[in-house]
């Protein structure tokens, strides 16, 4: 490997993707959580003031387990793991869960996996995969003795009353925003014309989906109907091709057009003074980034599908 390919190469092992959403997007996913959890803080002093069956202040039986339900609610409100049976069900079933495991095996030092465990596997039963709900299954094991008297009560107060706050400023916070839709089934967007299956000319290529994601302007934790519209917003801009670049240009980038790892771009470094000399390259994103390379002009003309430039973190034609 390369030593320019190195950044490129930790980049893929550890998983870090290009975000396409807008700083706006981000900034309202911020101020969403902040709304959500300071609901969720103000229902509960209000309705408990003074904390539920001897807990102490109400503040104290606040679930750490919203703070991350917050951020799948406010980041990523499109997600499976974000509507709104995931996460009422995912904290309630979860929670009963860590009630009945701690009725039945207290003290037991593997209770708490237990709980996570059984809950993990309901809720894919279930069909309600949460991932803050494994959280609320392990508060109800290694909580407090004020906690546990609580017995299935916990349900109610504060699971109960804490999903119902912050789904009300999910449902009503999101839907300020004509880019976002939560419940996701709620609002739909406006359905674009599709181009008949017989009419199109082009492939899908990672340009286009790249700037398909950027037109969603969320964070994809994808679903089916999700998924089923980005594709159809790939499709579309996969019409706007332009196939085969008539010349290449020293100091220009290009794209095979491809999708996932067998898709790159290319720098021209330089070329020969004949269409039939070779053309210089190095490989900018893709598979091989950061790699020289050689070719027959011709053979590069036909490997690139159009030229790019790299704008706003992404590439586009």
């Known amino acids: 490997m390369n030593l320019p390919s190195l950044p490129h190469a930790a980049r893929i092992w550890l998983g870090i993707e290009r975000n ?15 709304l959500g959890i300071a609901a969720v803080y103000a229902v509960i002093h209000h309705v408990f003031p003074q904390g539920v069956a001897g807990t102490g202040p ?40 860590g009630v009945a495991c701690q009725k039945l095996l207290p003290e037991q030092t ?35 003795e004020e906690l546990h008297a609580l017995g299935f009560h916990y349900l109610i107060e504060p699971v109960g009353v804490s999903v119902a706050a912050i789904m009300v400023v999910a449902v009503a916070f999101n839907a300020l925003f004509p880019w976002r839709r939560y419940p996701v089934h709620l609002h739909r967007r ?14 899908l290529t990672q340009e286009d989906f790249s700037a398909a994601m950027e037109e969603l302007n969320s964070y994809v934790d994808i679903t089916e109907e999700n998924l089923t519209e980005l594709l159809e917003l790939a499709k579309r801009h996969a019409e706007r091709n332009i196939v085969h670049p008539q010349e290449i240009l020293p100091g220009h ?16 470094l330089g070329v020969g003074a004949s269409p039939s000399a070779w053309v210089d390259y190095r490989v900018v994103a893709g598979e091989g980034a950061g790699q020289p390379g050689q070719d027959t002009y011709e053979a590069f003309r036909q490997w690139a599908r159009f030229e790019v430039r790299l704008g706003n973190g992404r590439w586009v034609k």
């Open 253 to 268: 980038r290009y794209s095979n057009g491809r999708l996932g790892k067998a898709w790159s771009v290319r720098e021209v």
């Open 20 to 34: 396409t959403t807008s700083h706006a997007e981000k900034c309202v996913s911020a101020l969403g959580a902040f």
């Open 190 to 203: 406006r359905t674009a014309v599709a181009v008949p299956a017989a009419e199109r000319r082009f492939d």
């Open 58 to 97: 109400a503040g104290a039986i606040m679930l750490a387990s919203l703070g991350a339900s917050a951020v799948l609610l406010f980041a990523v409100p499109h997600g499976a793991l974000s509507q709104p049976w995931a996460v009422v069900g995912g904290h309630l079933i979860s929670a009963a869960i």
């Open 110 to 144: 593997w209770t708490p996996a237990l709980a996570v465990g059984l809950a993990v596997g309901a809720m894919y039963y279930l069909r309600c995969i949460h991932p803050p709900g494994g959280a609320t299954a392990l508060a109800a094991v290694i909580g407090s």
